[in-house]
């Protein structure tokens, strides 16, 4: 089912994100998490480019076999580090394996770089805009409440994203955030600036310091001061770590859906017993 249908039937959908392994690594253990995260019947599951943000066959292969859950799946591609004909034979295989929904994302620069590598498309509205003239799908792209790290400015940003919705993109999900206050404001900005497709809001339940510091270093999100304190606190202990991270991400969804957030999407790093704890406490809610 397309994304952009789903979005129709209800008020708040609640999806979730799995990556698939190493390019090397057997597909088995991944294919058994994604069972089990289909077994809570999010309204999708998007499935991230391989690692270092390579689009590999795995991507593919884990959605198509998302589906055979009755569960719909969203593949991201990547474009600033692949030639324009990989693009055309990820797109063809995605199609190939009925999937019908695809996140469409720059990417991570080749190398570090600050060019994309030759024949490549250069930013994520080309992307959509190419995705958009040769295929049917639902087409997703990023968004950033708190401001890309590359953008000179968070109006910058918006603009940016504009011109991917304005390429043909038909639905948002964020980056992960801490301070729903912060995904208020940018929606009200978003709405000043005519921008007006379904927002989704990136989840991401902390139960790991380490892991938390490593991405906001990649990310530029920032923690608010009661998180910072809780990662002060539990940091060191891991089982209450885990706990008060799925406390914490559970009182953000249940203000998200107060406020009439379109929707939730849960990074769940591949950890269906996080996913699964939070849906059990959101199951009146959702």
């Given at each position: 089912m397309r994304i952009s249908d789903i979005l129709l039937k209800k008020d708040t959908i609640f999806s979730c994100e799995i990556f698939p392994p190493k390019t090397g690594v057997k597909l088995e253990h991944a294919f058994e998490i994604a069972g089990k995260i289909a077994e809570l019947k999010p309204a999708f599951i998007s499935v991230t480019c391989g690692a270092g943000g390579n689009t590999d066959v795995f991507t593919g292969e884990l959605a198509e076999h998302i589906e055979k859950f009755n569960v719909t799946a969203l593949a991201h591609i990547t474009c600033v580090a692949s030639p324009k004909e990989k693009i055309t034979a990820i797109l063809d295989d995605y199609a190939g394996r009925g999937i019908k929904n695809v996140l469409a994302l720059r990417g991570?620069?080749?190398?570090?770089?600050?060019?994309?590598?030759n024949g490549c498309y250069k930013y994520a509205n080309e992307l959509v805009a190419a995705i958009k003239e040769r295929s049917d799908f639902c087409i997703g792209a990023a968004?950033?409440?708190?401001?890309?790290?590359?953008?000179?400015?968070?109006?910058?940003?918006?603009?940016?994203?504009?011109?991917?919705?304005?390429?043909?993109?038909?639905?948002?999900?964020?980056?992960?955030?801490?301070?729903?206050?912060?995904?208020?404001?940018?929606?009200?900005?978003?709405?000043?600036?005519?921008?007006?497709?379904?927002?989704?809001?990136?989840?991401?339940?902390?139960?790991?310091?380490?892991?938390?510091?490593?991405?906001?270093?990649?990310?530029?999100?920032?923690?608010?001061p009661r998180f910072q304190n809780i990662l002060d606190k539990f940091g060191s202990n891991p089982a209450a770590m885990k706990q008060a991270g799925i406390a914490y991400a559970t009182e953000q969804i249940v203000d998200l859906v107060a406020n009439n957030v379109r929707g939730i999407h849960l990074y769940t790093m591949n950890k269906p017993d996080i996913a699964e704890q939070i849906m059990r406490n959101l199951s009146h809610i959702l």
């Open positions: 991570d620069l080749p190398d570090g770089g600050k060019q994309p590598a968004c950033y409440p708190e401001g890309h790290v590359e953008s000179a400015s968070q109006d910058e940003d918006i603009l940016y994203l504009k011109q991917k919705v304005e390429a043909g993109c038909d639905f948002l999900t964020t980056q992960m955030f801490f301070d729903n206050n912060v995904l208020y404001k940018f929606l009200f900005k978003l709405s000043q600036k005519g921008i007006n497709v379904p927002v989704l809001a990136g989840i991401m339940p902390v139960t790991n310091k380490a892991q938390i510091q490593r991405i906001l270093e990649i990310s530029g999100t920032v923690l608010p």
